[in-house]
């Protein structure tokens, strides 16, 4: 009995030592009312009104909301892939240009000011994730262009074996792959870099972080 008894203490002392943090939970709830309102705004921003979904929310709680609008819209600028979805960046860069504009502080000369610097920098960055797109397929197909005879030599012993004409996909042999990597990684990471910068100049425009002057 005295261990039983000794066991039920020991948990009830846990139990009363657990505390809801009710403050954490709030920001908690608040930062997914962020994510969620940042969703909505870019599945359709014409329906969702992101000056009254700020203006909403409480001042203890509106900047950690704003915040969270802005990682996920942040998030969504890339380097992309096959295909360029400038519409999209246009659609991010209201959204952002809004939070600009509602930064703590802020006139409404300033906001607006805030604002124009942010589609000023969107449309930069447009600019630049086109670039991108092109200077990738440019490499692509220079790299391609440089292993072709390789790659011809290479199907012609093949053939001259197996006595047959032989097709290769440049990706599938290894040391293609290699060469490609290395080349095409390489300017991806170049671009990736700037990119990230620009994104940068962008949060502190938008009030959450101080870029270091020279």
Known sequence: MALIKSAL??????????EVDEIAIE???IRMEGRRTAGKFLDDPESCNLVSAISG???LNRELFRKSVF????????LPGVYFDAGKITVIGTGLGTLAAAAPGRSKAAGTAAEKQVASMMQQISAFLTKYQEEVK????AIRSQWAPKLKEKERQMAARMGQEIRLDPMADPE???FYKKNVEGLKASYGDALE???LEISAICG?????KD
């Open 9 to 18: 203490e020991l948990a009830l002392e846990r139990t009363k030592n657990l």
């Open 27 to 29: 920001a908690n709830r």
């Open 57 to 59: 929310v409480d001042t």
């Open 71 to 78: 990682d996920v819209l942040c998030a969504q600028i890339q």
């Open 138 to 141: 440019r490499v692509e197909q």
């Open 176 to 178: 293609f792959a290699a």
């Open 197 to 199: 910068q620009a994104k």
């Open 208 to 212: 959450f972080i101080e870029v270091a």
